[in-house]
């Protein structure tokens, strides 16, 4: 068995390292179960040292140069040889006991992708109210958020990836997608709960809750068509770290 950990890097070099020492620390887990590990960061066009400090942490860096998550993904799962791509956004911070929780969903065979629940970083009421209403949505719907999501690489190839459509919400039509091919197969799609991610809460910081607001009630109303236009995602794209 071979896992192939992917993190897409657009301007991260602020985090970049201290995720790469944690997910190498957290996949210990895989080597005592005697299963290969790659690291792969896609460098998404970045202007900083996000590379060079990927290098310098024993990833194999690729590069994406059109600015879009769901390229630099894809990106990285083409150069990945592994059995199972596992997606970590460099924002993110996987313990071993996540790890060892998705290990378990691999080895019994019954499950095509892995996803978890997340958990913001510092005191922030407001911002961990709506991580648990996305918390809540994810189990009911068994919807996979972007930041850790484990798919068996065949399975990935099949269903063809993340859409390049889409610059925002491609995890949740991948989701979808999988869900669709699970029925299938007569495989699951499962969301860990016991080991929530542990991610970056920086966009309460960088982002107005008003700007927050303002991009999910045109959401809403668009009926995610803006998910389709980059200029329309701003939380993503306009460069803030």
Known sequence: MKVSIIVPA????????ETLRRIQTAA???????????LIVCDNNSTDRT???ARAAGATVVFEPINQIARARNRGAEAATGDWLLFIDADSYPDAALFDAAADCIANGRCLAVGSTVKL???????????????????CFTLLAGSFICCEADAFRRVGGFSQELYAGEEIELSKRLKQLGRVTHRQV?????????????????YTLREHLTFFLRTV????R???DRSACPTWYDGRR
Do not use: M, Q
Request: proline residues 3%; glycine residues 8%.
């Open 28 to 38: 210990a887990v895989f080597a005592r179960r005697h299963w290969a590990v790659e």
């Open 10 to 17: 657009f301007n991260e070099e602020r985090l970049i390292a």
């Open 121 to 139: 970083d510092g005191h922030h009421p407001v911002a961990r109210f709506g991580a648990g209403g996305w918390n809540w949505l994810s189990r």
């Open 221 to 224: 109303l668009a009926r995610g």
């Open 190 to 206: 499962v969301i860990l709960h016991r080991h929530p991610l542990l991610t970056s809460a920086r966009k309460v910081h960088l």
């Open 51 to 53: 590379a060079e400090l």
């Open 226 to 228: 803006n998910l389709n």
